[in-house]
């Protein structure tokens, strides 16, 4: 069965350097989501993605924060200068969208911020 | 904007009880209901959905019932296994508006042999 996959596992950053986490969604997805977990917490949405540009952002997203599809597979999540309170699990999703259809979840990236 | 709470936060029951995890939204535009297991290391993997011109559905031991009037919806899973053991995560979104999924706290399933 086709699957979302994320790279690294677990990154461990410096606070206030760039992190880049890294995501294949499923290959005729369409629309593509970030959502992140602080340990203990709920499972929280940051944006989509679709037709190469952001559809919704949520008061998380704020400027230090960017995504970008490179290329054909690829789906980016960019923190520029991270802080502590970013350590978090960062998951990735996809769907083909149009409404009504699931999304899929990676397994996440655990971001480390020391 | 959505809130999704979600009760017990955790529930041990014996291999072959039925476990019941009960949610609440505040949002009535929200119109699908998805219900995602975590294992320990692994992503949300979604086990069952249900939209809201729907009352029930099942799949198996699973089953979910939503009651669109007082904004509530369940998830049934009957003959628990050991291997249920996890995190169950209720959410819900408005397909065809957000589509983002607003997620409630969880709850930690022990199924004890």
């Known amino acids: 069965e086709p699957e979302v996959t994320q790279t690294p596992s677990h990154q461990v950053t410096q606070m206030g350097q760039e992190v880049i986490l890294r995501c294949v969604p499923i290959?005729?997805?369409?629309?593509f989501y970030w959502y992140r977990q602080i340990l203990g917490q709920k499972v929280e949405f940051l944006v989509s993605?679709?037709?190469?540009?952001?559809?919704?952002k949520s008061e998380i997203f704020d400027d230090q924060f960017s995504v970008e599809r490179p290329d054909g597979s690829n789906f980016t999540l960019k923190i520029r200068s991270t802080k502590l309170e970013d350590s978090a699990m960062y998951f990735c999703?996809?769907?083909?969208?149009?409404?009504?259809?699931?999304?899929?979840f990676g397994d996440g990236t655990r971001l480390s911020i020391l | 904007g959505e809130n999704v709470e979600q009760h017990p936060s955790t529930l041990s029951v014996q291999e072959g009880d039925s476990a019941v995890i009960k949610c609440t939204y505040s949002?009535?535009?929200?119109?699908?209901f998805p219900w995602y297991k975590q294992e320990l290391g692994k992503g949300p993997q979604l086990i069952i959905d249900?939209?809201?011109?729907?009352g029930e559905k099942k799949d198996q031991r699973i089953a979910v019932t939503l009651n669109k009037t007082a904004k509530h919806f369940s998830l049934h899973i009957t003959e628990t296994q050991p291997e249920d053991s996890a995190v169950y995560f209720c959410?819900?979104?408005?397909?065809?508006?957000?589509?983002?999924?607003?997620f409630g706290k969880g709850m930690k399933l022990t199924v004890n042999p």
């Open positions: 249900i939209r809201s011109n729907v």
């Open positions: 959410a819900a979104s408005n397909q065809g508006g957000s589509e983002k999924l607003v």
């Open positions: 993605f679709y037709n190469n540009e952001i559809s919704e």
């Open positions: 949002d009535s535009a929200s119109n699908y």
């Open positions: 290959s005729n997805h369409l629309y």
């Open positions: 999703a996809s769907n083909s969208g149009g409404g009504n259809q699931p999304q899929h």
